[in-house]
T-cell receptor
Framework: NAGVTQTPKFRILKIGQSMTLQCAQD?????MYWYRQDPGMGLKLIYY???????DKGEVPNGYNVSRSTTEDFPLRLELAAPSQTSVYFC???????????FGQGTRLTVV | AQRVTQPEKLLSVFKGAPVELKCNYS??????LFWYVQYSRQRLQLLLRHISRESIKGFTADLNKGETSFHLKKPFAQEEDSAMYYCKETSGSRLTFGEGTQLTVNP
């Protein structure tokens, strides 16, 4: 099992560019999540999904979009990158709420 | 709304000293509580959860419903315990993390 795999690990974007952060898990987990971690701050939930075809907003969804067409994949899309989106992004998955959550290694995104 | 409070952003202790990382939650039902740890340049990983009442790497945490707390404790801190610690609460389909406490264990 690879667990939760995120790509890329690092990315620099110019203001206004778009990109997709990829996340895949091979544990057949229903729940998947995207968090951002700003310097000196805790994790903030961006979007989450409770199963294929179902997504919902978290605390800080503005500027992002997600899709969940398969159980395995949960990509995060930034349409018009802004400096405020400079952060480290973590994808996570769990079999259910209250169960063990596995995290990806993170994507460090810088918007200049 | 659910809230998880970790009042200390930074905590510094000497090796061998006891350490307690505080966590308070707001959910009034039956919460599921966890502690996660993030070592330097590594991903977050589960440290322990309240339902299993386990001790991992010498850490324990007891759920105190009266005080709505889930403090993480270790009687003798080690240098390798230096890391970022997050308290997490789950209810329904939502998870809430605390802001995190950066623990530094000095030699």
């Amino acid at each position: 099992n690879a667990g939760v795999t995120q790509t890329p690990k690092f990315r620099i974007l110019k203001i206004g560019q778009s990109m997709t952060l990829q996340c895949a898990q091979d544990m057949n987990h229903n729940y998947m999540y995207w968090y951002r971690q700003d310097p000196g701050m805790g994790l903030k939930l961006i979007y989450y999904s409770v199963g294929a075809g179902i997504t919902d907003k978290g605390e800080v969804p503005n500027g992002y979009n997600v899709s969940r067409s398969t159980t395995e994949d949960f990509p995060l899309r930034l349409e018009l990158a802004a400096p405020s989106q400079t952060s480290v992004y973590f994808c996570a998955s769990s079999l259910g709420v209250g169960l063990l959550t596995f995290f990806g290694q993170g994507t460090r995104l810088t918007v200049v | 709304a659910q809230r998880v409070t970790q009042p200390e952003k930074l905590l510094s202790v000497f090796k061998g000293a006891p350490v307690e990382l505080k966590c308070n939650y707001s959910y009034s039902g039956s919460p599921e509580l966890f502690w996660y740890v993030q070592y330097s340049r590594q991903r977050l990983q589960l440290l322990l959860r309240h339902i299993s009442r386990e001790s991992i790497k010498g850490f324990t945490a007891d759920l105190n419903k009266g005080e709505t707390s889930f403090h993480l404790k270790k009687p003798f801190a080690q240098e390798e315990d230096s890391a970022m610690y997050y308290c997490k609460e789950t209810s329904g389909s939502r998870l809430t993390f605390g802001e995190g406490t950066q623990l530094t264990v000095n030699p």
